[in-house]
């Protein structure tokens, strides 16, 4: 089980959310709970809830962190997402 949930943890880093260099475009911050609480668990893919919300200035730009603990494995992890507005139409 262990190692199922090492390589899920694996995958998650390298979909969009799972790291700063590939964050999830969110259109405005009042979104940022309701996206990371949709992804599930990186871990076991249970419910997870909000440990905290920083908006941080890294090397890939400025991001939104979201640190995110599992409510079934207690597995801390951290969702990357960044504030994208929509274009407007020509």
Known sequence: M?????????????EPGGS???PL????????ESRARALGCARCGG????????ALVVEAGARRRARMRCRACRADF??????VEP???S
């Open 78 to 83: 951290d969702v990357w997402l960044a504030i």
């Open 2 to 14: 262990r190692k199922l949930a090492d390589a899920r943890e694996k995958l998650f880093r390298l």
């Open 25 to 32: 475009e969110i259109p405005t911050a009042s979104v940022v």
């Open 47 to 54: 419910e997870t809830k909000l440990e905290d919300h920083a």
């Open 87 to 89: 274009a407007l139409p």
């Open 20 to 22: 700063p260099e590939r």
